[in-house]
């Protein structure tokens, strides 16, 4: 994921570049670029961290059913509740496909940006070359009206390379959070408590403690 966001970076920088050195009032607009394209990366990316949360969410509850039903099979079938867990799986299928549908207007949305972005470009580009017509050529201006047409492809697949990283970084920064902050039992405690659980049953008594979920 990294190499894909220095990659589509390196290749957002080349393409301004050559776009901008149709004519040197070009070199105005990138700046406005480079402010457009972190406007997207931060809108995109705020709206899409919360659309995965919606998904995480979402989508357990259904795992749960799954997890359920088999293993509960045998009573499902013997008390004859088929209809009733039909019903119920079907309602957490279609909760768990609206986040998708979110995801996917979200990323159309940020298609739709990056198109509307490379058609305002492209009117600045062929603005300053009927304007200034002396301070560029035809095979430079072909060139940069030819560098448009990827440029929109380029700048969505650098914010969505970097959408990807934040989600690795964020998923790494949990799961390393839950290894640092979660109590891990030793084997001399798993041997106590052993110990004092036969000593208990002997007596026919059990408490209950506070136990860890790691092993």
């Known amino acids: ?86 019903k119920r799986m079907f309602e957490r299928l279609d909760c768990a496909q609206r986040p998708h549908f979110y995801i996917f207007s979200n990323q159309r949305w940020l298609a739709v940006m ?38 929109n492809e380029t700048l969505a697949w650098w914010v969505r390379a970097w959408v990807m990283l934040e989600s690795s970084l964020a998923a790494l920064s949990r799961v390393t959070k839950f290894v640092t902050t979660t109590p891990l039992e030793t084997a001399v405690q798993e041997k106590d408590m052993v110990a004092h659980n036969e000593a208990a049953k002997r007596k026919g008594k059990m408490p209950v403690t506070a136990g860890s979920g790691r092993t």
């Open 1 to 86: 994921v990294f190499i894909h966001v220095a990659f589509s970076a390196l290749l957002l920088i080349v393409e301004s570049v050559v776009i901008g050195i149709n004519s040197s009032k070009n070199l105005i607009a990138i700046p406005i670029v480079i402010i457009g394209a972190s406007f997207l990366q931060r809108t995109y990316l705020q709206r899409s961290r919360k659309m995965r949360y919606l998904e995480l969410e979402a989508i357990a509850p259904l795992y749960t059913q799954f997890t359920d039903t088999a293993q509960g099979i045998g009573h499902i079938r013997t008390f004859g509740w088929q209809d009733s867990h039909m």
């Open 114 to 151: 990056s198109d509307l972005g490379t058609t305002v470009a492209g009117l600045f580009v062929i603005t300053m070359a009927l304007k200034y017509p002396s301070s560029t050529g035809q095979a430079a201006l072909g060139l940069s009206l030819l560098t448009l047409v990827r440029f």
